[in-house]
């Protein structure tokens, strides 16, 4: 296990995910924007917008080295320099009524100058409802529970709880969503943890797409719409207040564009929106601010 094969790796997840994604969709397709980073490395953002299904879809690859930046030395990386590379996927639907999906997996070396340094993985996947389907979130958490079952590194039961630990609103008192795995500095067994990454990257289709089968064509209105655009506005208030990826990137002098992609086309903000009592938005919100559930 090397960089090039580890970027090789994530290459080819972004470009098999986006084929399924444009396949789905079959309208829109993605466009591709290459960039370089001043401090060394770049990458490739595709984008998808306006498609039959898929309002907004972002399939971003990176690989990204250089001096570390000092506001980076004590909470991410001790050492002078740094190496990261890794593929970010969004997807956001037009149906209020098929989830938002999103994962993110990265390696990470940080280097001293006398040349003693370490590496680490890290990464998982999540899910997004805007309204609750339980059938959904069990498929959903049964795909990634078997692939992390398949491969001795992985810990399932730990990740799923990081998970929901960390796509949390504080200041909202709720989940972003229904979870999923977040792991992150696994430095033991690189060559066995990298093995579980490719696996977990493979099945990403698998765990998401019978969802949107599901679900994009299931009516709505305008009530809808709303809702779901205020929603969104949560997903926007995490990603640019409490993601540490979105800080990371625009930390390192990362491409503003491509980190941003993550965010929805449209979202709105209510002040003091709570939806009616018995409501299916309710429902959502219920289980949102409540412990997490093991869906299974």
Known sequence: MNRSEIEAGYRALQSSFAAAIEGFDGE??????????????GGETRILSGGRHIEKAAVNFSAVWGATPERLTESVAAGDSFYVSGVSII???????APTFHANLRYFESTSADGTGSAWFGGGADLTPYYLYEDDAIHF??????VCDRHAVADHAAWKQECDRYFYLPHRGEARGIG????DHLTGQLDEVWSFQQDLGSRLIEAYLPILERRVTVAYGGAERRWHEVRRGRYVEF?????????????????TESILGS??????WVYG??????SPEAALLEVLRAAPR???
């Not at 290459?34 to 490395?41: E, K, L, S, Y």
């Not at 997807?91 to 009524?97: F, S």
């Open 239 to 255: 990603n640019l207040v409490w993601d540490r990826g979105t800080k990371f990137g625009l930390d390192t002098g990362g491409r």
């Open 273 to 278: 929106h709570e939806p009616v009592p018995g």
């Open 141 to 146: 958490h049964g795909v990634l529970r078997a």
């Open 294 to 296: 093991p869906w299974q």
């Open 91 to 97: 997807v956001h639907p037009a149906n209020p009524h």
């Open 263 to 268: 965010l929805p086309p449209r979202a709105r």
């Open 28 to 41: 829109a397709a993605f466009v591709p924007d290459v960039w370089a980073r001043p401090g060394g490395g």
């Open 180 to 183: 999923g795995l977040f792991f």
